[in-house]
């Protein structure tokens, strides 16, 4: 079965600096998908970036950025340039990617709350 | 606004009561998900359903179940309500072949 952990329960950054939220995983698969979704205080999940494990170049969205080691699994998120409305909790998830129809759920790590200081 | 909507948002109850808890997807996905988020477990899969059928289970308690109707929306039943069955109960759905889940906002439920 896959196992996905974050070994930081909490982090903190000053607004404008730059954080690393760790993430890694166990699988035996080749396929599959990774994610992080940020959960703020309204406690919505909310996709913050997607990587698809077959793809060498790691994914980016404006201020968001991974890190993805496929043969370490590990898959790390950083956020450049923080702002206030980045503090929240942040899960790392792990999905197989299955071609018989309907795919895989998610299975999610514990989760980091992220603190921004202004 | 993920164009995933749950409702209630919120619900009160007692123990030994029954609820349902209703999902509707996003327009055009086909996979409806429902996970269960408490402070002690965190968020964990409960059960797939894919186009009206159910394709995956987690850890799915026996007191709970669910289906999906052919207008694709969804239904989680709660029944026999325990004080430990307090949680936010989230909703996602996926269109195949994206990879992506779109969680709706959520239902707390409290089991006072």
């Known amino acids: 079965a896959q196992t996905v952990t974050q070994s930081q329960p909490e982090m903190s950054v000053q607004e404008a600096e730059t954080v690393t939220l760790s993430c890694t995983y166990d699988?035996?698969?080749?396929?599959?998908?990774l994610f992080w979704y940020k959960q703020p205080p309204s406690r919505q999940m909310i996709l913050v970036i997607r990587?698809?494990?077959?793809?060498?170049q790691n994914a980016t969205e404006n201020r968001f950025s991974v890190n993805f080691q496929k043969a370490a699994k590990s898959f790390s998120l950083k956020i450049s340039d923080s702002q206030l409305g980045d503090a929240a909790m942040y899960f790392c998830?792990?999905?197989?990617?299955?071609?018989?129809?309907?795919?895989?759920?998610?299975?999610f790590g514990k989760g980091t709350k992220l603190s921004v200081k202004p | 606004d993920s164009g995933v909507t749950q409702t209630p948002k919120h619900l009160i109850t007692a123990t030994g009561q029954r609820v349902t808890l209703r999902c509707s997807p996003r327009?055009?996905?086909?996979?409806v998900y429902w996970y269960q988020q408490s402070l002690d477990q965190g968020l964990q899969f409960l059960i797939q359903?894919?186009?009206?059928?159910?394709?995956a289970k987690g850890n799915i308690l026996e007191r709970f179940s669910a289906q999906q109707f052919p207008d694709l929306h969804s239904e989680l039943n709660l029944s026999s309500l325990e004080l430990g069955d307090s949680a936010l109960y989230f909703c996602?759905?996926?269109?195949?072949?994206?990879?992506?889940?779109?969680f709706g906002s959520g239902t707390q439920l409290s089991v006072l």
């Open positions: 327009s055009g996905d086909l996979s």
């Open positions: 699988t035996s698969e080749s396929d599959y998908y």
């Open positions: 990587q698809e494990a077959y793809k060498q």
């Open positions: 998830a792990y999905r197989s990617q299955n071609y018989g129809g309907s795919q895989g759920n998610l299975i």
């Open positions: 359903y894919y186009n009206g059928e159910e394709r």
């Open positions: 996602a759905s996926s269109a195949q072949g994206f990879g992506k889940l779109f």
